[in-house]
C-alpha cells in the first residue's frame, strides 16, 4: 500500500454514504486502502459501511471502542495501517475528485500536508454567510504557529509516531496540538491547493456555540502543554475575561448589537471566553 485513508466515525449514518462513495470513485495509479474506525456508534455507521466493500475493495472497519473520542479512533487507524503515508478526512465531509492522488503523491515527497475546504457544497447559504466561508483554506494562521485541520491532512507514519499520533486528552481541537508538536520538530505544513475537501459547517447557532464552547475548554489545555515553546500571552489573557464582557455591555447600551448577525457573534465570543476560562480551571492553567 502507498497510501492508508483513515476515517474516524461516531454515529454518521446520515452522512458517511457520501464520504464513501466520493472516495470509491478516487482515481490513482499506486495502491491505497480505506480504514473506516467506528469508535462506539450506536446508529446504522458500520452498517452502511459494510455496504461499501464491494465499491471499495481495499475497504476496512476497524473497532476502535475502547475509548471515545477522533484523536483515540485516529489513532486505531493509523496503527493497523498498511501504508507508510497517512491521510486523514472525515465521516461527515466529502474529498473532491483526486485527493486521493494529491495526498498520496505529495506524502511521497513531504512529510506533513494538508489540502483546501470549501464550504459551498454541503451547505446552506445563509449557514456559509454567517459561519463560513466559499472560498476554504489550506493551512490556518496564528500568533504562535499555523496549524492543519484534521479533516483534510497528510503525514508521513514515522512523523505520527515521532509526535506520538494525536494526543488522546484532547476531546476538541487536537489537531492544532498535532500540528504544533509536529512542526516543533522542525517540519513545515506543505499547502497542496489541489487536495480539497467539501466541508460540513455546522448547522445553526447552537451548535456554533456549542463548538466554540469546546474549543475554549481546551485551548487551555492547549496552551498550558506548549506554554515553554514560546506562544504569545496575547492567545489567553486574564485580562480577556474582564474585557470581553465589558466590550459586550458597551456595544449593547449603545445599540450597536442590534442585528441576528450581531448577537450571533457576540454570543460565539462569550461562550469562547466563557470556555477558556473553565478550561483554565479544568486543566490548571494560569493565563499570565
Known amino acids: 500500500m502507498k497510501l492508508s485513508v483513515i476515517i474516524p466515525c461516531y454515529n454518521v449514518a ?14 490513482w495509479s499506486q495502491p491505497w486502502e480505506v480504514i473506516v474506525v467506528d469508535n462506539k456508534s450506536t446508529d446504522n455507521t458500520v452498517a452502511i459501511a459494510e455496504l461499501f466493500k ?11 471502542k475502547a475509548k471515545q473520542g477522533a484523536a ?19 465521516a461527515d465531509d466529502e474529498v473532491a475528485p483526486g485527493w486521493v492522488a494529491a495526498m498520496g503523491e505529495a506524502l511521497a ?4 500536508v494538508t489540502g483546501r475546504s470549501l464550504h459551498d457544497k454541503l451547505n446552506e447559504p445563509w449557514v456559509v ?10 493551512i490556518v494562521e496564528n500568533p504562535y504557529l499555523p496549524f492543519a485541520i484534521s479533516c483534510n491532512i497528510g503525514v508521513k507514519r514515522s512523523v505520527h509516531q515521532s509526535v506520538g499520533g494525536f494526543d488522546e486528552n484532547f476531546v476538541m481541537i ?6 504544533w508538536c509536529i512542526q516543533e520538530k522542525g517540519i513545515q505544513i506543505q499547502q497542496l491547493p489541489e487536495a480539497i475537501v467539501h466541508y460540513r459547517l455546522r448547522k445553526n447557532l447552537k451548535m456554533v456555540c456549542q463548538r466554540s464552547w469546546g474549543v475554549g475548554i481546551y485551548e487551555a489545555l492547549l496552551y498550558k502543554k506548549h506554554k515553554n515553546y514560546g506562544i504569545p500571552k496575547i492567545l489567553m489573557s486574564w485580562k480577556s475575561f474582564i474585557k470581553t464582557p465589558l466590550e459586550f455591555v458597551l456595544e449593547v447600551a449603545s445599540f450597536k448589537v442590534r ?11 462569550l461562550a469562547w471566553r466563557a470556555g477558556q476560562l473553565l478550561g483554565c480551571l479544568k486543566f490548571g492553567y494560569l493565563p499570565i
Open 14 to 27: 446520515s452522512t458517511i454514504a457520501i464520504q464513501l462513495e466520493a472516495l470509491a470513485s478516487q482515481k
Open 54 to 64: 464491494q465499491k471499495i475493495p481495499s475497504l476496512r472497519i476497524i473497532d476502535a
Open 72 to 90: 483515540y479512533a485516529r489513532n486505531v487507524g493509523a496503527s493497523v495501517a498498511k501504508a507508510e503515508a497517512l491521510a486523514f478526512c472525515d
Open 109 to 112: 515527497k513531504y512529510d506533513f
Open 129 to 138: 454567510t454567517n459561519y463560513g466561508s466559499p472560498d476554504g483554506f489550506c
Open 174 to 179: 487536537e489537531d492544532i496540538d498535532y500540528s
Open 259 to 269: 442585528d441576528i448577525d450581531a448577537i450571533a457573534k457576540w454570543m460565539c465570543t
